[in-house]
Structure formats: C-alpha cells, structure tokens
C-alpha cells in the first residue's frame, strides 16, 4: 500500500515535469501553430546555458538563473529571426518540416558549443528527499510540480483572458485570417518561440537539477509527446490532467508490468496511451473540434 | 515543358516519361554507365553507389508517401528496420532463399506501415506525423525488448549472402548489380504510380483533402494505401540493406535516419521521382565529402576536435532542411527544370 502511494506520487509529479516541457510544445502552437519537433533540443539548450552560467562562468544562483533565461529567450528569438520570420506566409508545413531541421541543427550548435561531454547540472532545488513516515518526495519534483500548476494556470489565463493572449490564439487558428484582420503574425511566432525557449529552460532546470546533462537529455521532448496530445493541442490547463494522467500510468506500468515484462514497458506506455488516444479522439481531451471549409 | 508546336497526339504520347530520342539516349547511356562503374572505379565508390541506390529506394517510399500523398512520415527509418528484420529473420531461421525473402520483407514493411496509415481514419495532418513517431519508438522497444532468440535484441542479427538459381552474391560487385536491377525496378514502378490514376488521386489529397472528398476520392483509403506503397518500399530498401551489409541491427534505423531521408526529399524536391534520387545522390555525397573532409581539417587546425565532424554533419543536414524550405521549397528538382526550359526555348522565352 505503501509502495503503492509512492508509485502514485511520484507517478504525479513526474507527470507534471512532463506537462512543463509540453507546455514549450503547446505555447509555441498556440501562439504559431506551428507543432515544434524540436521541443526536447531547445530543453537541451536551455539547460546547457543554465550549466554554462552557473558552473561554467561561477555566477551565483540569483545572477546564474536570469542569465541563463535571458540567453534562453535571446536563442528563441534568434530561431525566430533567422527561420520563421522568412516563411510567414508559407504554408504551416513549411514551418513545421524547419523545426525537423532545427531538431538536428540544434544539435550540432549544441555539440559545437559545449561539447559531447557528461556535464554536471547545477543543484537548483534541495537534494534531499521530503520524508512523510513511508513516503518519501522528491523535493526538486515537488517545487517543480507547484511551479508547473502556477504556470500553467497562468499561461491558461493569458492565452484565453487577455488580449494579447487571444491575438495570438487567432493566429493559431488561421494564419492568412489573422494577417487580414490587422494581427502581426511574426510578432506572434517571435514571442511565441521566446516563450517556448524560456520554459523549455526552465523544464531543464527541473529535469536535470543536481543531473547531469549531455545530450540524450533532449529524449523528454519525446516523452513529452503523449502528455501534449492527451491534452489536445491547445490547451494549457488541461496539459496539468493530462500529465498527471501520463505520469501515473507511466510510473503504475513500471512499477507492475516491467517485471512481468521484462523491460521497460513503462516508458513506451504513453506512447501506446497515445495511439489509442489518436484513434479514438485525436483533438485530445480539451483540443479545439475545427470545423473545415473547402 | 514542350516548346510552341511540339504537342502530343495521343494520351500515351502525352504521358510518355521519355519525351525525345536524346531522353532516351542520356537514360540508355546511363544505365549503361552504372552498369560498367564497378569496372571503372575502385570498390569504396561501389560501395557507397551501393548503399545510395538502396537509399534511393526507401526515399522514393518516401517520396511517394510524403511527397506525392503529402503524409508527413517521420518513421520511414522504422518501417526500413521492419523490412530488413523480416529479411535477416526469414534467410536466416526459416532459410527462405533470396527471391521469396525479399518481397516478403516489403510485405511485411508494408503491413507494419498500413497500421499506421490506417490511423488517417480519425487523424490528419501532423497528428498523422506524430503516429510515425510513435512508430519509430514502438519499433525500437519490441527489438530491444522482446526475448533475444526473436530478433537478436541489441545484438542485431546476421544473415547469409543472398543467391538466386546458385549465385552467390557476395562480393561487393556482385551485391552492386543486385541493387542496381532492384533499384532500377524500384524507380520503374515510382514513375508508373506518379503517372497513374493513383498518382493524380495522391497529388488531390495532398493538395486538399476536403475538396478530393468532395470529388468522389476515398480519402482514408488514399492516405493508407499511400503508407502501404511508401512502407512496401522501405521494407524493400531494408530488406537490400539486410542482404547489403550481412548484419542488421537497430541503431542502423533511428528517427535521425527517418529525418535524413525527409532531408533527401526535400532537396530533391517534393513530389517528384527524379527529386528523390537527385536528392539522395546530393546529400550522400555531401556527407561522404565530410567524412572525408573533416579529419583532415582537424589536423590542419589543431583547434578543431574530432567531434566537429559529427556536430557539422548536424548543422549541415539541419541548414539544408531549413535553408532549402526557405529559398526553394521546390527543391533542385525545380531548378533543373527551370535550366531545362529555358534551354529547350532558347533563344526565345517561350
């Protein structure tokens, strides 16, 4: 019973560690709708600036961490420029077939950069596990899981409430409608890859804390996958459920089926949770339902 | 395009793929010089035509698939493994000779592959890619997790040469005319299916799959048959591959290989058959010229560590996507017409 709630605990904060890095898919699509392959690369980056300013350069945690965020959003801002301000305009399949070559660019710069050596991450949140009698919670987990919800919630707000949020929710709705009504749709996609760099760094800090880094980090991205297509696309708010659904099959599967198994069904699970998923409602829980017109 | 007075009389004039007596002496002449390369270059050149025309295959899958059905398929690598998994399996434990394997091994590529075009039922667009993905990750799980005996685990596992009617294939030049015939076939068949009436069902869906409902196109039953086509090539491709190198294991089939052969298509340019191969030869040979290239760059610079080599393989396959999606969407394939034209009018515009 004990282990059991262990399982389930850790099965829900590691599922809100994956609804943080799908946040970076799901805020670029909701701003761009342009569906981001490259989410688990831009996570890499985010945490290599993080160990770069903090262990790298010696700044202190207070100067580090901004620092760190700063470069993330001057990086997304530069994909930005470079790629998707060239192609408004062009077909979304344009746009999305580029962060397949990001996918791989990022890569190399990353391995230019910083070399394919294990690094150590930085201890961001306590190491040491909150103790509850038999429970035993990872704090770094924990503060992230609340940061996670805090966020979310947030960004559901902002997306849906205001009215910079809901110019670009139009953008990502239809692009050729939202430049004939007077939006900017490369304001959009600018902010929308700044925010998608800079939470992608923070999932970084929050997946890697007291880690250590290299680049096989970048598979969250894919681990990711399921949490945003549970959700559906476009919803902010329901990326916390949807994670926390992920989590705990992924963490109860793991936890009963990989000895029966033996191997790590656990963490194909989501991806089969997907595919089920794609059948039988493919905009997700709280996707939007798009009508077509010819 | 035809200059002003020269026009078809007939549909099959119309639809002819060699279109003057010179088309058919270049491809002749060609064919002819593939034929005799192994005479006339060293065994590294054959061997990386070799492993070029096997791409060719699996990306003209490919191109077929994402190009001409406009069905993004991120796991094209997957369905290649499936393909020469089902090859090495059947030569090697149920020892079926070469003839059967093979098309057995497109088979069975083509049937992992209709499972996830059969998603098209509910799914479009890159949600469709992300069932490919999920493929791709699924595929590496059941090799790496089901029991050894089955499909060798990480291991991988190893097969006899192929022979057909007491032939052995198994110097590199006599793989290199296998390959050759089954490519050229291969390609044979890309063109017959661009042409056909399934090839223009394909292009309608591509361009707007509403609108193709609304003519009367079986929609879902395109989008599968279209992973069908381009899976029984992969599994093709894969199942040469298998026979090619003798060993098959799973990192020879990961989602960075699905992503170079997108890269391939894209260069070539989307669509087109003659792109496919025209994009698998520029790409190959790029990254042999960095293979090449690069360790002697690094002794040149000592600043430069070994690693550069594999990160400016990344930058440069993730530049080519990006920067060939932003000034030419269309691909080589586009330019060379372009060229084409303007020299079959010359001197006049048109």
């Given at each position: 019973m004990v282990d059991f709630l262990n399982y389930l605990i850790n099965g829900v904060l590691s599922g809100l560690l994956y609804a943080l890095i799908a946040m970076g898919f799901v805020v670029i699509y909701r701003a761009s709708k342009v569906f981001n392959f490259a989410q688990g690369e831009l996570v890499v980056f985010g945490g290599y600036m993080v160990w770069w300013t903090v262990i790298q350069m010696g700044m202190p945690l207070w100067l580090g961490l901004p620092v760190a965020f700063l470069s993330a959003a001057i990086f997304g801002l530069l994909i930005e420029r470079v790629f998707f301000a060239r192609l408004v305009g062009e077909s979304v399949f344009s746009m999305v077939m580029v962060t397949i070559g990001l996918l791989i660019l990022i890569r190399g710069v990353v391995l230019v950069l910083f070399g394919p050596q294990v690094r150590a991450f930085p201890i961001i949140f306590p190491i040491e596990p909150l103790i509850w009698g038999d429970l035993i919670v990872s704090r770094t987990l924990l503060y992230g899981g609340l940061l996670t919800i805090a966020i979310g919630l947030g960004l559901s707000w902002y997306f849906n409430r205001t009215r910079a949020g809901l110019t670009m929710t139009a953008v990502a709705e239809d692009h050729q409608v939202s430049m004939s009504m007077g939006i900017s749709v490369q304001h959009s996609i600018a902010i929308a890859w700044v925010l998608g760099s800079v939470l992608s760094t923070l999932g970084a800090i929050v997946h890697l804390s007291g880690r250590s880094i290299n680049m096989?980090?970048?598979d969250i991205g894919l681990a990711a996958l399921p949490v945003a297509l549970l959700a559906g696309l476009e919803s902010l708010a329901g990326l916390l459920l949807a994670g926390v659904l992920i989590g705990v099959v992924q963490s109860l599967a793991s936890a009963y089926l990989d000895p029966l198994v033996g191997g790590a069904i656990g963490s194909v699970f989501p991806f089969i949770v997907m595919l089920l998923m794609l059948l039988i409602r493919p905009t997700g829980m709280f996707g939007w339902k798009t009508i077509e017109r010819v | 395009m035809d200059p002003a007075g020269v026009f078809a009389t007939s549909f099959v004039r119309d639809q002819a793929l060699i279109r003057t007596r010179k088309q058919g002496i270049a491809l002749v002449l060609f064919i002819l010089v593939l034929f005799g390369l192994p005479l006339l270059t060293d065994v590294r050149t054959v061997a990386v035509v070799t492993s070029m025309m096997i791409t060719v295959v699996v990306v003209m899958g490919l191109q077929i698939n994402?190009?001409?059905?406009g069905q993004i398929n991120i796991g094209q690598a997957a369905f290649m493994g499936v393909g020469a998994y089902a090859a090495a399996l059947l030569a090697s434990k149920a020892h079926w000779p070469f003839w059967a394997a093979l098309p057995a091994a497109g088979v069975f590529a083509a049937l992992f592959g209709l499972v996830f075009g059969l998603t098209a039922v509910r799914i479009k667009g890159f949600y469709l890619a992300l069932t490919t993905i999920a493929a791709q990750i699924l595929f590496h799980f059941l090799i790496l997790t089901l029991p050894q005996k089955w499909f060798g685990g990480s291991n991988g596992l190893t097969l006899d040469p192929a022979s057909l009617f007491g032939f052995t294939f198994n110097t590199d030049t006599r793989i290199y005319y296998l390959s050759l015939v089954v490519t050229l076939v291969m390609i044979a068949g890309a063109y017959g299916i661009a042409r056909s009436r399934h090839g223009r069902i394909f292009a309608a869906v591509r361009d707007d799959d509403v609108a193709s409902g609304m003519m009367g196109i079986n929609v879902v039953r395109t989008k599968a048959l279209a992973f069908l086509v381009g899976a029984f090539y992969a599994g093709i491709g894969g199942g040469l591959w298998a026979y090619y190198v003798r060993f098959v294991s799973i990192?020879?089939?990961?989602l960075i290989h699905s992503i170079w052969f997108i890269a391939m298509i894209i260069v070539g340019g989307m669509g087109s058959v003659t792109g496919a191969v025209i994009g698998v030869v520029v790409i190959r040979f790029a990254q042999e010229w960095i293979t090449s290239v690069g360790p002697t760059l690094v002794e040149k610079f000592s600043f430069l560590s070994g690693d550069i080599v594999f990160a400016s393989m990344n930058i440069f396959l993730g530049g080519v996507i990006a920067g060939f999606l932003i000034f030419e969407p269309r691909g080589l394939m586009h330019r060379w017409n372009i060229m084409k034209r303007s020299y079959r009018m010359w001197p006049y515009p048109y």
């Open positions: 096989m980090s970048s | 994402t190009g001409l059905a990192d020879q089939f990961t």
